[in-house]
């Protein structure tokens, strides 16, 4: 279920796992994020990576009811809407990552008032 064909891979689950304990964990440390929707925005996009992979289950589940069979014709089409889900989740997943990098570039160390004269 968590990879290959249609569930969530398992790198896209340690990921979001991996920037919510970092969104949590920044501001404790010691940073000042100039920019913390960029944190939620990756969390988001992580959210809409499962949704679109929950959607395709979905279908292929309906395409698996119908009983369709290679016989029909339509396998091109069907190609074509794999790749384009598979195309979809890259994308949205590369987003992620992005706006993730975004987000710890614009950290700043919040300066202690006990050490200023």
Aim: glycine share 6%; no cysteine.
């Amino acid at each position: 279920m968590f990879s290959g064909f249609g569930g969530v891979d398992w790198v896209v689950v340690f990921a979001f796992f991996a920037i919510a304990v970092i969104y949590v964990i920044v501001p404790v440390i010691g940073y000042e994020p100039r920019r913390p929707s960029q944190f939620a925005a990756s969390l988001y996009l992580l959210v809409a990576y499962a949704s679109v992979t929950l959607v395709q289950q979905l279908l292929q589940y309906l395409h698996f009811l119908e009983g369709s069979s290679v016989n029909r014709g339509n396998s091109s089409l069907e190609a074509h809407v794999i790749f384009g889900f598979a195309a979809v989740k890259t994308l949205l997943f590369i987003i992620a990552l992005f706006t993730f990098v975004i987000g710890l570039q614009s950290l700043w160390l919040k300066k202690n008032e006990a050490e200023t004269p």
